[in-house]
C-alpha cells in the first residue's frame, strides 16, 4: 500500500509528464452500451480509418482509472470527464497520423528497444512511477520485475479483496505506461527525424546572437492612425475582394460549424424560497442544541452539504464561512444560524470537541478473515496472542498472505471524505492508539491486527456538526419559469420572431459565431447534449424545442442561423476586418505622402496630431513598445538595427501608426558570443519547431470528429 502511496503523491507530474509524452491509449474496462444514432456507431475517423464507439469509451475507462488512481480520487467531476474525453481523441488522431507516416519511413519501436529503455531507467514517464528507489529516488528496474512476479504468482484466494484489488489496479497501471512510453519513443523518434533536417550553422548564430544583444536607443516621432476618422477612407468592394484572395489561406476552417443564436434561462430562488430555506435552519438550529448524540444521522435528516464523520479534522477541511468562526465558539455551543452570501447558504453548526491530533501516522496491520465470525474472532486472537507473546510481526503477516509492511497514512485521505461507520472506527483507533502498542480491532465481518508506530505533525483538530443549507428554488418556482419561457417559445418559432419579442419578453438573445461540435456545451452550460446533437441536426433558420439543462437550473432555446462548411470562410464573415486593415493601408499612405521628403523628427512634430517619444534597448529580435501609441512595433526594431547612429529614417509604416526614429546611440550587451552555444540554442529551436509538425500533419489530414453523437 505504501507504493499506492506513492504514486498518489506524485499523481500532477505524473499526470503532466503523460500529457507531454502520450501518443496512445490502451482499451481497458468494459463497454457501457450506447444508444445508437441512425445507424452510426463510429465517434470519428482519420484518414479513413474509424473509430468505433465501443474502443473510444474503452479508452476514456483506461484513461479515466489513471486519473483516479494517480490522484487518489474515487470519481471524476463532470468537467474532468469532459477534458479526458478531449485528451484521448487528441491522442488517438496524434497516434494514428504519427504511426501512419512512421510506417512510410520505416520507423519503429522493438520490444528489445523499450526492454533497453525499462534497463536503463531515465526515461521521464519512468521517473515517475511509484517503481523507484526510496534512497536514490530513481527508477528501479528491480522493484518493478518483484512487483511483476508477485502479480503473476498472486493467490487471489488467499489474499484480501483490496489487496487483490490493488495488485490489479497496479499492474494495469504499469500496462498503461509501458504502451505509453512504446508510443512516446516512436513520436520522439519521428520528430528527432525532423529536427536533425533543421540545422544551424555558424552564420545564422551569429546574427541571431547580434539580433538579441545588439541595442540602440532612439527618439520617434509619429502620427497615429487614430487621427484620421475611418468615415474619411473610401473602400471598394473590389478592393475587400482583392486582400481577401491574398489572405485566403489565414481564413482557412478545417471542420463545418455553426452561427447560432440562443437564449438561456436560468431558474433561480424566490424570496419565498429563501424564506422557507431561513425557517427549515432556525428550525435546525433549536434541535442541533438539543441532540447529544448520532450526529451523522441528524446531520444527514437536514441535507445539510456538508457530512459528518465523528472523527476530529483540521479547520482547513471546513467550509471557510465555518473555520473563520470556531476559535469563537466554545465546545457545545451553537453558532447561527447565519447567512453567508460567498455560497448563499443558510448556516448552524455546533462545536462538538476540540482536540490534538497527529496529521501523519505511520501503522502496520493484518487482515483477518475466516468462513465465520466465530472462526475469524478466533483466528484473530490467535495471532494477536502470538505477536504479544514475540513473534514477528511481518512473518506472521506473510503467512496470511500480506507483506506486513509499515505504511504512512495522511488524514488529508479521510478528512472531508463520507465515512461509513466501520471506517470511522478504524481512524479514531489509529488516532487515539499508543505508538506501539497492540490492538485487535473488529472492522465489520473481518479482524485487523494493528500496530501503530509512529506519529507526526499534531495539530489542533475539531469536531464540527454543520447544518449547511444553500439557497434553492423550489418546484413550484421552477414551475413558473418553465411554463412562462415554453409559453414564449411556444409563441415565437421563428428566428425573426426571436429578435422581435425577446427583449420585451425579459430574456436575451445570445449569438455564437462559428460553433464548434467538440465544445461539448452550447452557450458554456453543462448538460446541453441534446441541444448541441439539434444544432449540428438542423436546418439554417430553424428554432429549436425548450432544453432542460445545467444541473437542472437551466432552460434554453436555440436557433440555427447558418452552416459554415469547412473549407474558407466566406468574404462577407471577413470583410470588416479585411476593410479595417484596408483602411489602416490608406491612412499609411495619406501620412507617409505628408511626410514625403521629411529629414528631421521636428518637421514630424510639426504636424497635426502628431506624437513623440524616446524608447531604449530597442533589439532586432523583439517588437518595440511605443507606450505612446500604446503598440508593439516590430517594424521599428528592424528599422533600428540598421540606422546610422544620428541619422533619421525614412517613414515606417507600423501597427497603430506612422513613424520616423532617430537613433542616438547604439551598444552591444555584456554577454560574449560563444558560437557553440548559439547553434545549440538554435537546433534546440529547430526540435521544438519539429514538434509543430503534429499540426502540419492534423492540417493535412481528412479527420472527422462525431463524438457529440455518443458522448
Known amino acids: 500500500m505504501a507504493t499506492l502511496q506513492t504514486i498518489r503523491s506524485k499523481g500532477p507530474l505524473l499526470v503532466i509528464v503523460i500529457g507531454l509524452a502520450l501518443f496512445a491509449f490502451i482499451a481497458g474496462d468494459a463497454w457501457r452500451i450506447l444508444q445508437p444514432h441512425q445507424g452510426r456507431q463510429d465517434v470519428g475517423e482519420?484518414?479513413?480509418?474509424?473509430?468505433?464507439?465501443q474502443d473510444y469509451q474503452q479508452m476514456v475507462d483506461e484513461f479515466s482509472e489513471v486519473i483516479k488512481l494517480t490522484n487518489g480520487l474515487n470519481s471524476l467531476t463532470e468537467d474532468q470527464l469532459t477534458n479526458i474525453k478531449d485528451q484521448v481523441w487528441n491522442t488517438y488522431v496524434t497516434n494514428q497520423l504519427i504511426a501512419s507516416e512512421a510506417?512510410?519511413?520505416?520507423?519503429?519501436?522493438?520490444?528489445?528497444?523499450?526492454?533497453?529503455?525499462?534497463?536503463?531507467?531515465?526515461?521521464p514517464l519512468l521517473m515517475q512511477t511509484p517503481f523507484r528507489n526510496p534512497q536514490t529516488g530513481r527508477f528501479d528496474k528491480d522493484m518493478l520485475k518483484k512487483f511483476l512476479v508477485d502479480y503473476a504468482n498472486l493467490n487471489t484466494t488467499q489474499m484480501p479483496a483490496q489487496y487483490v484489488e490493488y495488485y490489479e489496479k497496479m499492474n494495469n497501471f504499469w500496462n498503461f505506461i509501458e504502451k505509453t512510453l512504446k508510443q512516446s519513443v516512436l513520436a520522439e523518434k519521428y520528430q528527432s527525424l525532423i529536427a536533425k533536417s533543421l540545422i544551424?550553422?555558424?552564420?545564422?548564430?551569429?546574427?541571431?546572437?547580434?539580433?538579441?544583444?545588439?541595442?540602440?536607443?532612439?527618439?520617434?516621432?509619429?502620427?497615429?492612425?487614430?487621427?484620421?476618422?475611418?468615415?474619411?477612407?473610401?473602400?471598394?468592394?473590389?478592393?475587400?475582394?482583392?486582400?481577401?484572395?491574398?489572405?485566403?489561406?489565414?481564413?482557412?476552417?478545417?471542420?463545418?460549424?455553426?452561427?447560432?443564436?440562443?437564449?438561456?434561462?436560468?431558474?433561480?430562488?424566490?424570496?419565498?424560497?429563501?424564506?422557507?430555506?431561513?425557517?427549515?435552519?432556525?428550525?435546525?438550529?433549536?434541535q442541533l442544541a438539543a441532540t447529544t448524540d448520532n450526529y451523522a444521522t441528524f446531520i444527514r435528516s437536514t441535507g445539510s452539504s456538508v457530512a459528518y464523520a465523528d472523527i476530529p479534522v483540521n479547520k482547513s477541511v471546513l467550509p471557510s464561512d465555518v473555520a473563520s468562526r470556531l476559535d469563537s465558539t466554545s465546545v457545545n455551543d451553537i453558532y447561527g444560524p447565519y447567512y453567508n452570501q460567498a455560497d448563499d447558504s443558510y448556516n448552524v453548526f455546533k462545536l462538538i470537541a476540540k482536540t490534538t491530533a497527529p496529521d501523519s501516522i505511520q501503522?502496520?496491520?493484518?487482515?483477518?478473515a475466516a468462513d465465520t465470525e466465530e472462526k475469524t474472532a478466533s483466528l484473530a486472537d490467535s495471532i494477536f496472542n502470538a505477536i504479544k507473546g514475540g513473534a514477528d510481526f511481518a512473518e506472521l503477516a506473510k503467512k496470511y498472505g500480506q507483506t506486513g509492511e509499515a505504511s504512512w497514512v495522511n488524514a488529508q485521505s479521510w478528512e472531508g471524505a463520507s465515512l461509513d461507520a466501520e471506517y470511522v472506527k478504524f481512524i479514531n483507533a489509529i488516532i487515539s492508539q499508543p505508538v506501539n502498542e497492540l490492538a485487535n480491532l473488529k472492522i465489520g465481518q473481518a479482524n485487523v491486527i494493528l500496530?501503530?508506530?509512529?506519529?507526526?505533525?499534531?495539530?489542533?483538530?475539531?469536531?464540527?456538526?454543520?447544518?449547511?443549507?444553500?439557497?434553492?428554488?423550489?418546484?413550484?418556482?421552477?414551475?413558473?419559469?418553465?411554463?412562462?419561457?415554453?409559453?414564449f417559445v411556444a409563441q415565437n418559432t421563428t428566428l425573426a420572431d426571436l429578435e422581435k419579442n425577446v427583449e420585451e419578453a425579459g430574456y436575451t438573445l445570445m449569438p455564437r459565431a462559428n460553433f464548434r461540435s467538440d465544445e461539448h456545451y452550447v452557450g458554456g452550460v453543462k448538460s446541453t447534449r441534446e441541444a448541441l446533437k439539434?444544432?449540428?441536426?438542423?436546418?439554417?433558420?430553424?428554432?429549436?424545442?425548450?432544453?432542460e439543462c445545467g444541473e437542472n437550473d437551466h432552460m434554453m432555446v436555440v436557433a440555427l442561423q447558418s452552416i459554415n462548411k469547412a473549407g474558407y470562410t466566406s468574404i462577407n464573415k471577413v470583410s470588416d476586418m479585411l476593410k479595417a486593415e484596408i483602411i489602416r493601408d490608406k491612412k499609411a499612405e495619406q501620412i507617409m505622402a505628408q511626410m514625403n521628403g521629411f529629414t528631421s523628427l521636428d518637421q514630424v512634430k510639426g504636424l497635426k496630431d502628431a506624437v513623440s517619444d524616446s524608447v531604449k534597448h530597442?533589439?532586432?529580435?523583439?517588437?518595440?513598445?511605443?507606450?505612446?501609441?500604446?503598440?508593439?512595433?516590430p517594424a521599428i526594431s528592424a528599422y533600428a538595427s540598421k540606422t546610422e547612429v544620428n541619422k533619421v529614417s525614412a517613414p515606417i509604416k507600423g501597427n497603430a501608426g506612422v513613424y520616423m526614429i532617430q537613433v542616438y546611440n547604439k551598444e552591444n550587451s555584456a554577454e560574449k558570443f560563444d558560437a557553440k552555444t548559439e547553434e545549440a540554442t538554435l537546433s534546440n529551436m529547430a526540435a521544438r519547431y519539429a514538434g509543430q509538425c503534429i499540426y502540419d500533419l492534423r492540417d493535412k489530414a481528412k479527420i472527422v470528429d462525431q463524438r457529440y453523437l455518443y458522448f
Open 103 to 123: 510506417e512510410k519511413l520505416g520507423l519503429k519501436v522493438t520490444d528489445k528497444e523499450l526492454q533497453a529503455i525499462i534497463d536503463e531507467g531515465t526515461n
Open 451 to 487: 500496530q501503530v508506530m509512529n506519529k507526526k505533525a499534531n495539530k489542533d483538530k475539531y469536531k464540527v456538526a454543520v447544518v449547511k443549507r444553500q439557497v434553492e428554488f423550489s418546484k413550484e418556482t421552477y414551475n413558473k419559469a418553465y411554463n412562462d419561457f415554453s409559453q
Open 363 to 368: 501503522l502496520r496491520q493484518i487482515q483477518v
Open 534 to 547: 439539434w444544432v449540428f441536426d438542423a436546418k439554417e433558420g430553424q428554432v429549436s424545442p425548450l432544453f
Open 618 to 633: 530597442v533589439t532586432f529580435a523583439a517588437p518595440a513598445y511605443i507606450s505612446v501609441a500604446r503598440a508593439s512595433e
Open 46 to 53: 482519420v484518414n479513413g480509418q474509424a473509430l468505433s464507439a
Open 200 to 286: 544551424s550553422n555558424p552564420v545564422a548564430a551569429e546574427d541571431a546572437f547580434n539580433g538579441r544583444t545588439a541595442q540602440s536607443d532612439l527618439l520617434l516621432a509619429g502620427i497615429p492612425y487614430a487621427s484620421i476618422s475611418d468615415s474619411t477612407v473610401t473602400v471598394s468592394n473590389d478592393e475587400i475582394k482583392k486582400l481577401y484572395e491574398e489572405r485566403k489561406e489565414l481564413f482557412k476552417q478545417p471542420v463545418e460549424t455553426r452561427d447560432i443564436k440562443y437564449i438561456d434561462v436560468r431558474v433561480t430562488p424566490s424570496e419565498a424560497d429563501r424564506k422557507a430555506v431561513q425557517d427549515e435552519v432556525t428550525e435546525f438550529s433549536s
